[in-house]
């Protein structure tokens, strides 16, 4: 039983895209989380909005697939040193360019924030390449996306599940010419708590941010480090137990958006052709093949994400697998986490502390266990 907006709504931005009328804004609430906002004025009640919920009205899985799994990498090891797991995305990225097609995907803009941006051009796939682990805002990309489609381009899009299946209900169509791919999401942090975090750093570089770069490589995959390189020349650089970010996102989960305590959308088979993510434990069998430098895990739902796996081939190394073992390691796959005890807590604090203050509050008092 889902109660208010803020326990299912995940911004996916189906509705603010459908609306014949325009009359609804995504807004965001104190924790810095968008959730549309109707202009009653403006409605004509036709219960679109509603209608495109992919929350609300849930799709019925239509991959017939059981899932294929492997694990894969790169075998250009810049693409893979710069990726957050084995380079996948851009490989799939760089082959859905050469043919001509657009890809959709998170990057950054000029505020630090993180948006869904269409590209055409292999110069800037590095702009969507990375994760960035703070939630991307849809705006009305999935309209133009709708458009490419219908004027028979070929799109990829990558985003979370929600997203994803935003998306796919908004198309209310099977459309050849759209790759899907989502990725196993653990979830998606309030824009708030990330520019308080950057604004606490920024005021101890004493310079303005040049470029974000989590799980930066340069120690080793495992190891989660944030990069933060700074105008003034300086770099902040911190692994994922003395950055307090990542310790907030993994560790405490404090400033997950509500609806991911509860996802709709975990699970396999499910509606995207492919699924990515980290093979964490992929070592376990075979010692040789967690060199540390980053291993996808790649989940294929439908005979599109086959076909297109398969167009990469001489790009990457890779090696089949058992879904038990994948998700046995990468339990976001199939559960939601759980919101931490002090969420509440940071969010009251969040105005009026620094985020370093804050966070060692929490940390430091004992306040949260662990
Ligand atoms: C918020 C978040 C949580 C994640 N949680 C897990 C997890 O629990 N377990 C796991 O195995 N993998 C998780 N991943 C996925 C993983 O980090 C890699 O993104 C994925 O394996 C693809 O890696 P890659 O090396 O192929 O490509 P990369 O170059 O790392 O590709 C990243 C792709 O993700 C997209 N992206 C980046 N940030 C966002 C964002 N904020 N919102 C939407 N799309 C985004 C980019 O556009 C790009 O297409 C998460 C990713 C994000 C963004």
């Not at 957050?84 to 859905?96: D, H, P, Q, R």
């Not at 489609?149 to 997203?163: A, H, I």
């Not at 003034?232 to 560790?251: Q, V, W």
């Not at 879904?323 to 986490?337: H, L, R, T």
Request: a negative charge; one cysteine or more; charged letters at 25%.
């Amino acid at each position: 039983m889902l109660n208010s907006i803020t326990e299912y709504c995940t911004a996916c931005g189906a509705c603010n895209n459908i609306c014949p009328n325009k009359c609804i804004t995504m807004i965001a609430d104190d924790e810095g989380f968008l959730y549309p906002n109707i202009d009653e004025d403006q409605c004509t009640n036709c219960n679109l909005c509603k209608q495109v919920c992919p929350v609300l009205n849930k799709s019925v899985c239509k991959n017939e697939l059981s899932p294929m799994v492997y694990a894969a990498w790169s075998l250009d090891n810049e693409v893979r040193f710069d990726s957050t797991s084995g380079g996948i995305f851009t490989e799939l990225a760089n082959y859905v360019i050469l043919q001509g097609g657009y890809v959709v995907g998170a990057r950054y803009n000029s505020s630090h924030l993180v948006e869904h941006y269409i590209i055409s051009d292999m110069e800037e796939i590095c702009l969507l390449r990375q994760s960035k682990y703070v939630q991307s805002e849809i705006g009305f990309v999935l309209k133009d996306i709708k458009e490419l489609l219908d004027n028979e381009e070929l799109v990829m899009f990558v985003g979370t599940p929600c997203e994803g299946a935003g998306l796919l209900s908004f198309l209310n169509k099977d459309y050849d010419n759209l790759l899907l791919c989502d990725f196993i999401c653990r979830g998606s942090n309030s824009p708030k708590a990330y520019l308080k975090y950057l604004d606490s750093i920024k005021k101890k570089y004493n310079s303005k941010i040049k470029k974000v770069w989590f799980k930066n490589k340069k120690d080793g995959w495992n190891k989660f480090c944030t990069k933060i390189e700074f105008e003034n020349g300086s770099e902040y650089y911190a692994d994922r137990y003395t950055d307090l970010y990542m310790r907030g996102y993994l560790k405490y989960n404090l400033y997950m958006r509500p609806s991911c305590s509860n996802c709709s959308f975990k699970g396999f088979p499910r509606n995207s052709d492919l699924t990515l993510g980290d093979f964490w434990g992929v070592k376990l069998n075979d010692e040789s093949i967690d060199t540390d430098r980053g291993t996808s895990l790649v989940i294929i739902n439908s005979q599109k994400g086959k076909k297109y796996f398969e167009n990469i081939d001489d790009q990457i190394f890779k090696q089949e697998n058992a879904i038990d073992k994948a998700i046995s390691f990468n339990q976001c796959g199939i559960d939601s986490v759980m919101k931490g005890n002090k969420r509440n807590y940071f969010f009251e604090k969040i105005d009026s502390m620094d985020f370093e203050e804050l966070m060692t509050s929490i940390i430091n008092t004992g306040l949260v266990k662990g």
